[in-house]
């Protein structure tokens, strides 16, 4: 059959109201085929956690609608009918069930499948109907599939181009039987694929009475003017802004391999109603898993503009029509095979920070803190009650950034998750795998100080009660802090403590991931999550709002007083004594002028600030420490120290891409602090960690 994509007709020009009838019967007929699979999937990650999205596409992947879905999984996957009509051309056919995981084409980890099923009418394509999950294992070297220290893809499990899983409605066993031959319990992963199938019969006949009622032309223009009309919305929004450049810098931890920083770098330039924003002065890819593709790189922008710019409409790919894209082969956003990408991922929350970063002096009103990423916590291991494997999945969440308006959500989920459920519920793992929980609760001090707050983290633990196992845990950041905006303070990084005869172990503590520790019966592993960046000074924060913090557990005594100058007596705020902290604080802040060179300094990839010797001291820095510079309106810029006898003492060497970030002029000061840890109580015994805050080579 030969495959045409359909062109509308140009029907009777449709009303409004007959526009909001269909697009919200296109959003109903996705949100049930989500429940489908919630329904009737067999995995924990899919029915408890909500691991997957749904959405349907235009013929050319455009994306026309989806409903809660993570955007992080779906809007990829305009790169997987890309590559599915590269591959098969016109041998397409109604019923055919098409996979595709290729992390170079759609920038994630191979867990994330995409399932795409077509739709014709009248012999013509007219969408597809595209379902991304989690597979909990896809193969590879360890149980899950995501390993910190793979060095090349073929680690990681099965990498699918795109390949047939049905032709026409049947079938195809070979390819099928190769699959779950290949991937860790292969009866569940068989279970949960069977379930997206039935899925997609379910929505056909849904799909196709949307169809019959209203019309398939009519519908076909109604997901054009839906798009045109998100990309005007766009580019209204993208036109208030000061044309110009806007910059921004963060760092990854650790590739896996090694506790080192490894920049991420954007460019975003603004022009009339369009937007290019350019990754490709971010740092070479990388030994192990962080990296990613074109894919990974536009999902991260698209994901920020839209939610800086335009975040209550409902998402379809017209609000990605003005913005461009650019990558640079052999970088960590254009990695070549086989460079590992299991941590594409999180390498992809990072990517929307970088771009938020940038984007906060254009729009401070919208503007967040830093905030939690994905995280990946493998326990698996063998059960002897049931003579079993096990691969218990969590990937519990931490805060979200403050706003300008109010503090940053306690273990939420952020924007761009749409429903993905982060906090899988503990009852459930407690009656399908060899543990107990033992807590989940807010974890204090987490959240980023700020004149609002950032979100706090979660604190879980989890008892081993029989059998033995390892600990995986893939997250990013796991030494600094995400950061906070004008001003304020990072929350706390993620780590990962395993606690075996009272004695606490730090097994990320020299690369800042978690591999296969191994656990055994008693065992107590915590998992302790990111808290939120804060927002504005946080010596500016009520001190009532501050006193209700430590009240609550939210902060505790010493924080309220080092990093909000708010000192508390008998259960109240001693007005007099919280001015005397507030101005002594202020007074020990240090402030350097800004003296423009031609060039930053960078070494190893790694940004450095030039300081005199006095002002190390007053910083209380050694060489190679980690310290950040805060300018008016802006996110923090990150180095590390070196030491220069001779400098002038109130000068800070600045090139040029600093100061595009800073968006400030020689001669104006900014604030200059040492970068602390706020893990360093948790960790106890087994802190200080070799990684990114330490100096050195590290």
Same mark, same amino acid.
């Given at each position: 059959m030969k495959r045409k994509i359909l062109k509308s007709k140009a029907p009777a020009p449709l009303d409004p109201i007959k526009i909001e009838v269909i697009h919200n019967a296109l959003i109903s007929f996705i949100k049930e085929m989500r429940h489908s699979i919630i329904r009737t999937s067999f995995g924990p990650s899919l029915r408890e956690r909500h691991d997957f999205s749904c959405a349907l596409q235009a013929p050319d992947g455009?994306?026309?609608?989806?409903?809660?879905?993570?955007?992080?999984?779906?809007?990829?996957?305009?790169?997987?009918? /890309?590559?599915?009509?590269?591959?098969? *051309?016109?041998?397409?056919?109604? #019923?055919?069930?098409?996979?595709?995981?290729?992390?170079?084409?759609?920038?994630?980890?191979?867990? !994330?499948?995409?399932?795409?099923?077509?739709?014709?009418?009248?012999?013509?394509l007219i969408l597809w109907i595209v379902i991304r999950l989690h597979y909990t294992d896809i193969g590879g070297m360890a149980p899950g599939s995501i390993t910190p220290d793979s060095t090349d893809v073929y680690q990681e499990g099965i990498r699918i181009p795109a390949v047939k899983a049905y032709q026409a409605g049947e079938p195809n066993d070979a390819f099928l039987d190769a699959f779950f031959a290949n991937v860790r319990m292969p009866e569940e992963r068989k279970a949960d694929f069977m379930s997206l199938v039935a899925s997609f019969w379910t929505s056909e006949k849904r799909l196709r009475d949307i169809l019959d009622t209203h #019309?398939? @032309?009519?519908?076909?223009?109604?997901?054009?003017?839906?798009?045109?009309?998100?990309?005007?919305?766009?580019?209204?929004?993208?036109?208030?802004?000061?044309?110009?450049?806007?910059?921004?810098?963060?760092?990854?931890?650790?590739?896996?391999?090694?506790?080192?920083?490894?920049?991420? %770098?954007?460019t975003v330039r603004v022009e009339g109603d369009s937007m290019t924003v350019d990754f490709s002065e971010s740092a070479p890819s990388v030994v192990g898993p962080m990296n990613g593709s074109e894919a990974t790189a536009a999902c991260a922008a698209f994901v920020a503009v839209k939610g800086v710019l335009d975040?209550?409409?409902?998402?379809?790919? #017209?609000?990605?029509?003005?913005?461009?894209?650019?990558?640079?082969?052999?970088?960590?956003?254009?990695?070549?095979?086989?460079?590992?990408?299991? #941590?594409?991922? !999180?390498?992809?929350?990072?990517?929307?920070?970088?771009?938020?970063?940038?984007?906060?002096?254009?729009?401070?009103?919208?503007?967040?803190?830093?905030?939690?990423?994905?995280?990946?916590?493998?326990?698996?291991?063998?059960?002897?009650?049931?003579?079993?494997?096990?691969?218990?999945?969590?990937?519990?969440?931490?805060?979200?950034?403050?706003?300008?308006?109010? @503090?940053?959500? +306690?273990?939420?989920?952020?924007?761009?998750?749409?429903? /993905?459920?982060?906090?899988?519920?503990?009852?459930?793992?407690?009656?399908? &795998?060899? &543990?107990?929980?033992?807590?989940?609760?807010?974890?204090? !001090?987490?959240? *980023?100080?700020g004149k609002q707050r950032g979100g706090l983290g979660v604190r879980r633990g989890w008892r081993m009660v029989r059998g033995s196992g390892t600990v995986t845990d893939m997250a990013e950041p796991s030494f600094t802090p995400y950061h906070g905006l004008l001003g304020a303070h990072g929350g706390a990084a993620n780590t990962t403590l395993v606690v075996r005869d009272d004695a606490v172990l730090a097994p990320a503590a020299e690369a800042g991931k978690v591999v296969r520790f191994p656990i055994q019966e008693g065992d107590l592993v915590q998992i302790l999550k990111w808290g939120g960046g804060g927002y504005g000074d946080p010596? +500016?924060?009520?001190? %009532?709002?501050?006193?209700? @913090?430590?009240?609550?557990?939210?902060?505790?005594?010493?924080?309220?007083?080092?990093?909000?100058?708010?000192?508390?007596?008998d259960g109240a705020v001693d007005e007099e004594a919280t001015g005397r902290s507030r101005e002594q604080l202020r007074a020990q802040r240090v402030y350097l002028t800004v003296a423009a060179v031609d060039q930053d300094t960078i070494s190893d990839d790694t940004r450095l600030w030039h300081l005199a010797p006095e002002v190390a001291g007053r910083l209380t820095v050694e060489e190679g420490d980690a310290i950040e510079c805060v300018a008016p309106g802006t996110a923090p810029l990150r180095g590390r120290a070196r030491i220069c006898p001779g400098q002038p003492a109130e000068h800070l060497p600045t090139g040029p891409f600093a100061l595009q970030v800073f968006r400030i002029r020689p001669g104006d000061r900014v604030w200059v602090r040492k970068l602390n840890n706020p893990m360093q109580s948790e960790l106890g015994d087994a802190w200080p960690p070799s990684g990114p805050t330490r100096g050195g080579d590290s």
């Open positions: 455009e994306l026309v609608a989806i409903y809660q879905d993570n955007p992080p999984h779906i809007v990829p996957t305009v790169y997987a009918v /890309h590559g599915v009509l590269g591959r098969f *051309g016109d041998d397409i056919h109604p #019923g055919d069930i098409i996979l595709i995981n290729d992390p170079y084409i759609l920038g994630g980890h191979m867990n !994330d499948v995409t399932h795409l099923y077509p739709i014709f009418a009248a012999g013509r #019309g398939t @032309d009519s519908v076909i223009m109604c997901g054009e003017i839906v798009r045109d009309r998100a990309e005007r919305r766009m580019r209204d929004a993208i036109a208030k802004l000061p044309d110009g450049d806007y910059a921004y810098e963060l760092n990854l931890d650790s590739d896996g391999i090694k506790g080192r920083w490894i920049p991420l %770098r954007v975040p209550t409409p409902d998402v379809n790919g #017209g609000s990605f029509r003005p913005v461009r894209v650019v990558t640079r082969a052999g970088t960590l956003f254009q990695a070549l095979p086989p460079a590992p990408t299991c #941590g594409a991922q !999180d390498l992809m929350h990072r990517a929307t920070s970088v771009v938020l970063g940038a984007l906060a002096p254009a729009v401070p009103a919208n503007a967040l803190g830093d905030h939690c990423g994905p995280g990946h916590h493998y326990m698996p291991g063998w059960d002897p009650e049931t003579g079993r494997p096990f691969i218990m999945y969590d990937s519990p969440i931490g805060g979200t950034g403050a706003v300008q308006e109010h @503090d940053g959500d +306690d273990v939420l989920a952020g924007f761009e998750r749409g429903d /993905h459920g982060r906090i899988m519920p503990m009852e459930v793992h407690e009656t399908e &795998f060899p &543990f107990l929980a033992e807590f989940n609760e807010l974890r204090g !001090d987490s959240g *980023g100080a010596l +500016d924060r009520d001190p %009532r709002a501050v006193l209700d @913090d430590v009240a609550q557990e939210y902060v505790s005594p010493y924080a309220a007083r080092e990093l909000y100058g708010v000192v508390i007596s």
